[in-house]
């Protein structure tokens, strides 16, 4: 296992198209993490599984986000009726929560969105 | 929620210390330190949580003020590797992280 890993890598799309990424965690990771990233920001939170379990989901995020998570594996974020504002770097990130806390998180390399 | 970062931006020379603050206005759990080059992902640098301890490895080190819900990182003897965009994200549940805007840190010669 090399990390997390996320497709596609870049993605452009149309005003008002559906898009769908795809995010694949540390194996043995059982929290996953959706951040959006624009230029000169910090990662901004979106949303994060406990296996497959959505425990959160950021009271800012659009009813046009929805994420997945099955079987507590690889998740999916998509995002419907896409607008230009949408255009960001979307970041995935995993970590291991024990009963004694949990591990550092580690990002993906992202999937940058614009949308025209 | 969002944590704020002091200063927005450092240039140092090689070998010149500096100091990252991270402040927040709510109780915390732990604060998380990442460093982030362009075009790449954010990497982990080190956690601390809440008992004011100070972690650190080789010229990088950090502390952490549970009472005044501020985190400090220490760039010691910078080498031009240092350079990138730190962020702390700060953790007041055990659970996501809320990221500050990030201190650009350029390293020259």
């Known amino acids: 296992d090399t990390g997390v890993s996320q497709d596609p890598r870049h993605k452009i799309t149309k005003r008002g198209q559906n898009v769908t990424f795809r995010c694949d965690p540390i194996s043995e990771h059982n929290r996953l993490y959706w951040y959006r990233q624009t230029l000169g920001q910090g990662p901004e939170f979106l949303t994060y599984f406990q296996n497959e379990a959505q425990l959160e989901k950021s009271r800012l995020l659009s009813d046009r986000f929805s994420a997945e998570r099955p079987k507590g594996s690889f998740s999916t974020l998509e995002i419907q009726r896409t607008e230009q504002g949408d255009s960001a770097m979307y970041l995935c990130?995993?970590?291991?929560?024990?009963?004694?806390?949990?591990?550092?998180?580690?990002f993906g390399q992202g999937t940058r969105l614009t949308v025209v | 929620q969002q944590p704020v970062q002091s200063p927005q931006a450092v240039i140092l020379r090689e070998g010149e210390d500096a100091v990252i603050n991270c402040s927040s206005s709510?109780?915390?759990?732990?604060v998380h330190w990442y460093r982030q080059k362009h075009g790449e992902a954010p990497v982990f640098l080190m956690i601390l949580l809440k008992g004011g301890e100070q972690k650190g490895h080789e010229k990088i080190s950090a502390s952490f003020n549970e009472k005044k819900q501020q985190s400090s990182l220490y760039l010691t003897a910078s080498q031009l590797s240092y350079s990138g965009t730190y962020f702390c994200g700060t953790d007041r549940s055990g659970y996501a992280l809320n990221f500050g805007k990030g201190t650009s840190l350029l390293v020259t010669p």
């Open positions: 990130a995993s970590s291991l929560k024990t009963g004694q806390g949990y591990t550092e998180a580690f």
């Open positions: 709510k109780a915390l759990y732990s």
